[in-house]
């Protein structure tokens, strides 16, 4: 299979906040749209709440590892993982990121900031906050001016992979979508 | 089920393994393979397969139950971290030489890092030691086409085949097409007596050693595995010679970096045996050979001319820790004569990785300090080895060593004026793996000592899977549960208490108590029993939630953040004059421990409003 899409990201977090399932949310929405897709995710003693990164490659790629300078952008959960993630980043990429109102954010590209954890909270599930991140980073990728820096899935591709490829109960997909819609609606509330 | 998936290359292995028609398979959990016999099992269950599926009390049963299913002509399997390989050796050595009937094949999952291991060990030493051949591959999908080769392999010469996955294979996913499941019903189980073989005594083992070496003289010059060129189209006195990971990221690099025109690129798919043609052909053509391989130089070293070689030996390639795709750039770049925009990646530690809220084995730890304060603490592996940010670990040597080297420290101690205490803690999946022996011996010997034993009634660290006390297997089918306290006593232990962490001030008295008589009159065993947290709630079981708060007792000496760590203690430091400790309700489990922590007694629970 040949595709034009090539697009590498970085998801880091920390052990419990559902890195994993934002990784393989991408994952599934780039096989729906039938493009080749490789991940590569953290395991074991760092899943108790250690540093978790997982690189995802979406297109033709042979290494399951993004390097260092070439990510097109990066999702981060937790904000001090900036200090050790961000030499990932290619000059001119961007990151959105879950951080506190107060907190300023210093990244080699651009930088989008949300407050996950409050959100999250004030929706009454302090684990959506993984989601809400998405959602946003669904959001902002709209708003890019030039394609070839936008995510490769849009809202409705993540929609489709919580209905279809997700063995999850209804319910669940519903309340997923929910969360990753907090996301998405927060640039313009 | 057919179509493209989304798979783990753990998944993407068990996957080859019932394509091919596997028909036993048999592994113990351990990061990163742990997920290859679970995925066997639920393609077991979708597909309907008739095989046998378990995980066995250690490495060492899992291969000798595998392996004796091949000398029945079954294909069979089976899987385990490369330290479980060390377990596992005695058998695997010895299997070698006997041979196969069935296809067999090991799959040992390296480490190169180390991520989540004690040991950056490089398995296909192993194999070189033991004379079997190993598979390298370079991704999930690399891996799955794999097993139909080791098979095949292990069918033609009738040796075992170790398959060497690393992590960034068995930990990455990547969209791969299913396949059919084998017809393997057709072949039926027999057994050829042949004690010649299958009890060899040394005498013919002379002979089998001899078949050996026949064998692998044979296997390296065996068409299928043999290198492949990657960049045929390229003509240059330059060789990459790169196997598994390390190879997937040379390809990708050199062409991002513009040389792939410039350098051969090989990849060995077998780095033991290496092909002997191609040995001859890479030192006859090439000036410069760089090797690219984890974790040691074992293609390297099958390099009988090594002037022209570049990698571990000559010091170019670094020995310790993972190649990394920044690490190969550079490695690239020098190598090509280019420069490169050199990123290194800092070593930031990142956030420790903690016990979960909640979690039973804070609770056994804060209770064993309370109980030996100047004790030594020897522990063992699993998510308890954590306790060490409790300062109530000392030492982890590998599987079962917190008995042994518990008694090590006593018979270290014994004529010393006031020997201290010795506590060891050991989880339930690991006691039955390597404990045992261990406990026999220090009944044996009156070593004296506390062990807590810390059964949370699941293998935690590796994604709970059931241990042999469970009472049911890993397609989730029942099966016998063994009692662990009979079997203690069956030990010759006549000390053996049980209690419950989440009592914390019950199991603080219980833990002086046992280690009084530990210190007085040998081996004390005490059963600290309460379910992981997070394997009750991957099950959907709940227990009673404690709503705790932080009372204005709070004087924010610290205390329980230092001696307790729950991840869900929030210190209060900024402002000198109003230290305080307050509970984050996202991450708090409601256990209700921490309100027999405090000395102030400042947590209470919250009243219902
Ligand atoms: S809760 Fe108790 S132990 Fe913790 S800081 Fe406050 S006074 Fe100290
Ligand atoms: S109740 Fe206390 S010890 Fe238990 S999880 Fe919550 S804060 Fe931690």
């Known amino acids: ?189 | 089920m057919s179509g493209r998936r989304l798979l783990l290359g753990n998944e993407a292995m068990a996957r080859g393994l019932v394509e091919n028609g596997c028909r036993m398979a048999t592994s113990y959990p351990g990061t990163p393979a742990s997920e290859i016999l679970s995925a066997v099992a639920q393609f077991k269950l979708a597909e309907k397969l008739t095989m046998h599926v378990q995980w066995a009390v250690n490495e060492k049963i899992a291969l000798e139950i595998a392996y004796a299913g091949c000398m029945t002509g079954l294909r069979t399997a089976v899987s385990m971290k490369q330290v479980g390989l060390n377990v596992a050796s005695d058998p695997f050595m010895s299997a070698a030489y006997m041979g196969v009937k069935g296809g067999f094949i090991l799959i040992s999952a390296d480490d190169p890092g180390p991520h989540s291991s004690q040991t950056e060990q490089d398995s296909r030493m192993v194999a070189m030691t033991a004379k079997v051949p190993v598979l390298d591959p370079d991704s999930p999908r690399q891996a799955k086409e794999m097993i139909g080769a080791a098979y095949a392999l292990s069918e033609a010469f009738r040796t075992p085949v170790m398959l060497r996955p690393t992590t960034r294979v068995c930990h990455s996913r990547q969209d791969i097409e299913l396949l059919p499941v084998a017809a393997a019903a057709g072949i039926e189980a027999k057994f050829d007596r042949d004690p010649a073989r299958w009890a060899a005594t040394p005498k013919f083992r002379h002979k089998l050693h001899l078949e050996l070496e026949e064998k692998l003289a044979a296997i390296a010059a065996y068409a299928p595995t043999a290198p492949v060129r990657l960049n045929p189209e390229a003509s240059a006195r330059k060789a990459v010679v790169a196997a598994g990971v390390a190879a997937a990221h040379a390809r990708e690099i050199l062409q991002e970096l513009g040389i792939w025109k410039k350098v051969a690129l090989y990849q060995v798919r077998q780095p033991f045996p290496l092909h002997i043609a191609f040995i001859e052909h890479l030192l006859g053509a090439y000036r410069d050979i760089l090797v690219l391989e984890e974790t040691a130089g074992v293609i390297e070293m099958q390099l009988a001319d090594r002037r022209r070689v570049k990698g571990k030996q000559s010091g170019t390639v670094p020995r310790v820790g993972e190649l990394t795709p920044e690490r190969i750039q550079a490695l690239l770049g020098d190598f090509a004569g280019i420069r490169t925009r050199t990123v290194t990646v800092a070593g930031a530690p990142g956030r420790r990785p903690t016990l979960c809220a909640g979690c039973p084995h804070r609770a056994s730890f804060f209770a064993i300090k309370k109980a030996a304060p100047r004790g030594i603490y020897t522990s063992d592996i699993g998510c308890y080895t954590l306790g060490m940010n409790l300062g109530a670990v000392d030492t982890v040597l590998c599987m079962g060593a917190a008995i042994t080297q518990a008694a090590g420290f006593y018979h270290a101690f014994r004529r010393a004026k006031k020997p201290p205490d010795i506590v060891a803690t050991i989880g339930d999946s690991t006691f039955f793996h390597a404990g045992i022996p261990a406990l026999i011996d220090a009944v044996v010997q009156r070593v004296k000592f506390t062990l807590v034993i810390l059964d949370n009634r699941t293998t935690g660290m590796t994604g709970n899977q059931p241990t042999p006390a469970s009472g049911f297997g890993v397609c989730g089918e029942p099966l016998e549960a063994v009692d662990l306290e009979s079997l203690v006593r069956g030990c010759g232990v006549t000390y053996c208490r049980t209690g419950d962490p989440y009592q914390l001030k019950d199991f603080i008295a219980l833990t002086k108590e046992a280690v009084a008589h530990g210190r007085e009159n040998g081996p004390a065993v005490l059963i600290s029993r309460h379910p992981c947290i997070l394997d009750r709630a991957r099950k959907g079981e709940r227990s009673a939630f404690v709503a705790v708060e932080v009372s204005d007792r709070c004087n924010g000496c610290g205390f329980c953040i230092k001696n307790f760590e729950c991840p869900a203690l929030i210190h209060h430091t900024e402002d000198k004059d109003h230290r305080r400790t307050t509970i984050d309700s996202a991450l708090c489990a409601g256990c209700g421990v921490c309100l027999q922590v405090c000395p102030r007694g400042a947590f209470r629970t919250k009243k219902m409003r």
């Open chain 1, 1 to 189: 299979m040949t595709s034009s899409v090539r697009q590498q990201l970085l998801i880091s977090g920390v052990g419990g906040q559902g890195v994993l399932f934002v990784t393989r949310l991408l994952a599934e929405a780039a096989i729906a749209k039938g493009l080749p897709v490789f991940t590569c995710e953290t395991h074991g003693m760092a899943q108790r709440g250690g540093t978790v990164v997982s690189h995802l490659k979406v297109g033709d790629y042979h290494s399951p590892l993004v390097r260092a300078g070439q990510a097109d952008g990066l999702l981060v959960l937790k904000s001090e993982n900036l200090d050790q993630h961000s030499v990932f980043l290619k000059p001119g990429g961007w990151v959105v990121v879950n951080a506190g109102r107060n907190e300023t954010v210093s990244v080699p590209g651009t930088a989008f900031a949300l407050d996950a954890d409050r959100l999250a909270r004030d929706a009454g599930n302090a684990k959506s906050l993984n989601l809400i991140v998405l959602g946003y980073a669904l959001s902002v990728s709209e708003r890019m001016k030039t394609s070839r820096s936008r995510l490769f899935c849009t809202l409705a591709d993540v929609e489709d992979v919580l209905k279809n490829s997700f063995k999850s109960k209804d319910t669940q997909a519903a309340a997923f979508l929910a969360a990753v819609k907090i996301g998405y609606s927060a640039l313009t509330a």
